[in-house]
């Protein structure tokens, strides 16, 4: 009985281990890079970046400038800073705002609409004003 109890065993965990293989990641044969050959010259080689990669030309603050705007957004409202990635997130793209030349008063409007809802339902035009202003002393020059 215990042979028997071993064997179904064994069965069950290759059945199992079959149903699993067919559900693993395959590169796509069209896709994949392909293997070098012997007569193929070799790839340059790509110098690692310092720095990691980001969205096109969206400015990013480090860690010190991070933490010196979260500090700012919260003292502006707590509440913008419940989700500090996404807090981060909405001041790069004021800083884009910013950067590319929009003027003040759209600036100051965008970042409103921007931080609005979820733990802030609604903004001032003065917190509005203070936000913007702790994405420029931050990072954002």
Same mark, same amino acid.
């Given at each position: 009985?215990?042979?028997?109890?071993?064997?179904? $065993? %064994?069965?069950?965990? =290759? #059945?199992?281990?079959? !149903?699993?293989?067919?559900?693993?990641?395959?590169? @796509?044969? +069209?896709?994949?890079?392909?293997?070098?050959?012997?007569?193929?010259?070799?790839?340059?080689?790509?110098?690692?970046?310092?720095?990691?990669?980001?969205?096109?030309?969206?400015?990013?603050?480090?860690?010190?400038? $991070? %933490?010196?705007?979260? =500090? #700012?957004?919260?003292? !502006?409202?707590?509440?913008?800073?419940?989700?500090? @990635?996404? +807090?981060?997130?909405?001041?790069?793209?004021?800083?884009?705002?910013?950067?590319?030349?929009?003027?003040?008063?759209?600036?100051?409007?965008?970042?409103?609409?921007?931080?609005?809802?979820?733990?802030?339902?609604?903004?001032?035009?003065?917190?509005? #004003?203070?936000?913007?202003?702790?994405?420029?002393?931050?990072?954002?020059?």
């Amino acid at each position: 009985m215990k042979r028997k109890t071993w064997i179904i $065993t %064994g069965v069950a965990v =290759l #059945a199992f281990g079959g !149903v699993l293989s067919l559900f693993e990641d395959e590169p @796509d044969k +069209a896709t994949a890079e392909p293997k070098p050959s012997a007569s193929a010259p070799d790839k340059p080689d790509e110098k690692p970046s310092a720095e990691p990669s980001k969205p096109s030309g969206i400015p990013s603050p480090n860690e010190v400038q $991070t %933490g010196t705007l979260i =500090l #700012a957004l919260y003292a !502006v409202e707590p509440g913008l800073v419940a989700d500090e @990635d996404r +807090a981060v997130d909405r001041a790069r793209n004021v800083c884009l705002d910013i950067t590319g030349g929009k003027d003040a008063g759209t600036v100051q409007s965008n970042a409103k609409a921007r931080f609005e809802g979820g733990d802030v339902p609604s903004l001032t035009d003065d917190q509005a #004003a203070e936000i913007v202003s702790a994405v420029k002393s931050s990072f954002c020059d």
